[in-house]
């Protein structure tokens, strides 16, 4: 299959799109992707306000203890693991200017793995190091036939090795924004899909 013409609707859908997250600068954006995991971007954006409105910089963030906060993210999974790894980050970076915009930089810093360093690089339009791989992007790509693969690294090199570099950004919340819209978890919405011509799953489905 000749992956990068199959997935040319796709990204004619998709492509450019903003992420979900309701972000202003590159310091609200690192702070909700690293609530955001495990979590509901709706979720995140409505505790967003309050969150930015105590601590509108980093540098403000950096004076403050983890506990200082709980009132704001305790409905966030993983809540106080959080606050100790944005007020680490907080104090390491130290001004909203100096947050990182590589790979190595950005997964160096508390909390932030591949998924979430794929995000910031691709929302502060830094050249793709990756592909993001989301829970949505987990269940889309093995659907399409992409690949069998079930790990978020194994997806994200086979999605690396079908795609050119200059996709990589919007390929992944390409994938994300179709598995939130339409190949959805039960009850997909294959009939609107525009991938349906090459997807193994309409194709069994239909059987």
């Not at 079930?150 to 999605?159: G, T």
Request: glycine share 6%; net charge positive.
């Amino acid at each position: 299959m000749d992956w990068l013409s199959a997935l040319q609707p796709l990204f004619t859908k998709y492509k450019g799109r903003k992420h979900p997250l309701d972000y202003h600068n590159r310091y609200e954006l690192i702070v909700l992707v690293i609530l955001s995991s495990q979590m509901t971007d709706d979720r995140i954006n409505a505790l967003a306000p309050a969150f930015f409105g105590r601590y509108p910089t980093l540098k403000s963030l950096a004076a403050a203890q983890p506990e200082d906060f709980y009132d704001i993210i305790r409905s966030v999974r993983g809540s106080k693991k959080k606050a100790r790894w944005l007020v680490d980050i907080a104090k390491s970076v130290g001004d909203d200017e100096k947050i990182p915009r590589t790979m190595d930089t950005l997964t160096a810093l508390a909390g932030i793995g591949r998924k979430s360093a794929n995000v910031i690089i691709r929302e502060s339009g830094e050249k793709a190091e990756g592909v993001i791989v989301d829970l949505h992007v987990l269940r889309v790509v093995p659907r399409l036939g992409i690949t069998r693969e079930d790990k978020p690294e194994k997806i994200e090199q086979k999605l690396m090795e079908v795609l050119p570099q200059e996709l990589w950004n919007d390929a992944g919340m390409s994938f994300s924004f179709l598995g939130r819209e339409l190949c959805r978890p039960t009850d997909p919405r294959c009939e609107e899909c525009p991938l349906n011509p090459v997807c193994a799953y309409y194709r069994k489905s239909r059987k």
